[in-house]
């Protein structure tokens, strides 16, 4: 596809579940971005890939929240043991290069019970 | 730290009226000014931004922002309210680009026939 695809796009865990969200980005693009939006904010920046380096991941919230990039391409966001605190619509961005431009997915909403 | 103030989380014009929606900033740094619109159960999309060059910028669907650094403001703009237009829009900053945007809690923006 051209743009940016999260799966999935409705995830609900029980409290305590570990969860995986997918980011395929758009073919090409180097940088790939996370973010949280929890409902009435803005998004919240998580983490920073450059291909398949993790140059910042100032924004992540605890060591429960881990994110990766292997090949550069597909990146994947884990949240383990999850708590209610943790649901909102989890967001990946992705751009040619830098901050300039970002280009976003529709979002995974996330629900903890 | 950069940050992002949005005036106003919901906005209500009539068809044809001038939208204004406001958004300050503050950083220590030369900000780059952003603005995205967010349509339901769609990803963010970028409006227009500003990088130093022209302070007034025009963006697509015919809105545009103007940067005035005295005001540290960045207000959004279109003479004439479509109904399309409705959706959510999210001010964000960066400083000098190179840093994560930092997003404002968003306005919705409402259209009244």
């Known amino acids: 596809g051209a743009g940016v695809s999260q799966s999935p796009r409705y995830k609900v865990a029980k409290r305590g579940q570990d969860v995986a969200l997918r980011c395929d980005p758009i073919s090409g693009h180097v940088s790939l971005f996370w973010y949280q939006q929890a409902l009435g904010q803005g998004p919240e920046f998580l983490t920073y890939f450059q291909n398949e380096a993790q140059l910042d991941k100032s924004g992540l919230p605890s060591d429960r929240f881990f994110a990766e990039r292997p090949e550069g391409s597909v990146s994947t966001l884990k949240i383990q043991r999850t708590q209610q605190e943790d649901s909102a619509v989890y967001l990946c961005a992705s751009s040619p290069r830098g901050y300039e431009k970002l280009f976003f997915g529709s979002g995974t909403q996330l629900s903890v019970l | ?113």
């Open chain 2, 1 to 113: 730290a950069q940050s992002v103030t949005q005036l106003g989380s919901h906005v209500s014009v009539s068809e044809g009226a001038l939208v204004l929606l406001r958004c300050n900033y503050s950083s220590s740094v030369p900000p780059y000014l952003f603005w995205y619109v967010q349509y339901p159960n769609q990803g963010l999309q970028l409006l227009l931004k500003y990088t130093s060059a022209a302070t007034l910028v025009k963006g697509i669907n015919g809105f545009e922002a103007e940067f005035k650094k005295s005001e540290t403001s960045f207000h959004l703009t279109k003479p004439s309210a479509h109904m399309s237009d409705a959706a959510e829009y999210f001010c964000a900053v960066s400083d000098s680009g190179n840093t994560p945007l930092v997003f404002g809690k968003g306005t919705r923006l409402s259209v009244i026939a």
